[in-house]
């Protein structure tokens, strides 16, 4: 597994924007949201999202773990831990932890002032608040034109444009959505439920051609062992 495609799976976590005046995400309750990882329709591993508030003040801190397996023999492994803290619907702190089949690295976000001091593998740069990392969650994602690159720190331009609105057969359930498509720095297509902006799927094509895709799961209880 080559060290770009392996970025490719991890950047499907890119997206989020920056205005001039910044931009307040309508944000989460508590709760838990799981996501299965695809390639080429085949599971290859999970994203785990959990919330917790405090009054203004929201903690969501994300899972997201691939393996790529000969039989049982594992090939490759990713594994990415991300904390993203916000106030009032602005970001005020974002930690990830990467290893990257035994490479490690991190990235970390912190409020200074009216900007966001980035600290990333190959340096520092200063950011204004009201852009994210690249989590996809956050119900403004779709009308956001920059981001923070949730692995490597940088910053992305992308142009998010609604395709349709359609039924989405996910997790044995059929939900009515919202797709989008996006261009520039980034290509994907991302579907949110129709009526509450919830993200539901994210779908890509890898460097070798792949399809990889990560879909919202709702396991029912005999299931939430494996997730």
Not at 109 to 130: C, F, M, S, W, Y
Not at 147 to 176: F, H, P, Q, W, Y
């Amino acid at each position: 597994m080559s060290r770009n495609l392996s970025r490719l799976f991890l950047s499907a976590f890119v997206i989020i924007a920056a205005f001039a005046v910044p931009v307040q995400a309508e944000m989460p309750a508590t709760g838990k949201r799981n996501y299965v990882v695809k390639r080429d329709g085949s599971p290859i591993g999970t994203l785990k999202i959990s919330f917790a508030r405090d009054g203004d003040r929201l903690v969501a801190t994300s899972n997201y773990s691939i393996k790529i397996k000969l039989l049982a023999i594992v090939l490759y492994r990713y594994d990415k831990r991300m904390v993203e803290t916000y106030e009032n619907g602005r970001l005020v702190a974002y930690q990830t932890d990467i290893d990257d089949n035994g490479t490690k690295s991190q990235v970390s976000v912190t409020r200074d002032g009216e900007n966001l001091a980035i600290v990333h593998p190959k340096g520092e740069l200063t950011a204004p608040v009201g852009i994210y990392p690249s989590t996809y969650w956050p119900t403004a994602t779709p009308g956001l034109t920059q981001m923070i690159d949730s692995s490597d720190g940088i910053l992305l331009n992308v142009k998010i444009a609604e395709t349709a609105t359609e039924d989405l057969a996910i997790d044995g359930r059929t939900v009515k959505t919202k797709r989008y498509t996006m261009s520039g720095d980034l290509e994907r297509e991302i579907w949110y439920t129709a009526d509450t902006g919830a993200w539901l799927k994210l779908k890509m094509s890898a460097s070798d051609n792949s399809t990889i895709e990560i879909e919202r799961d709702w396991a029912p209880v005999w299931k939430r062992d494996l997730l």
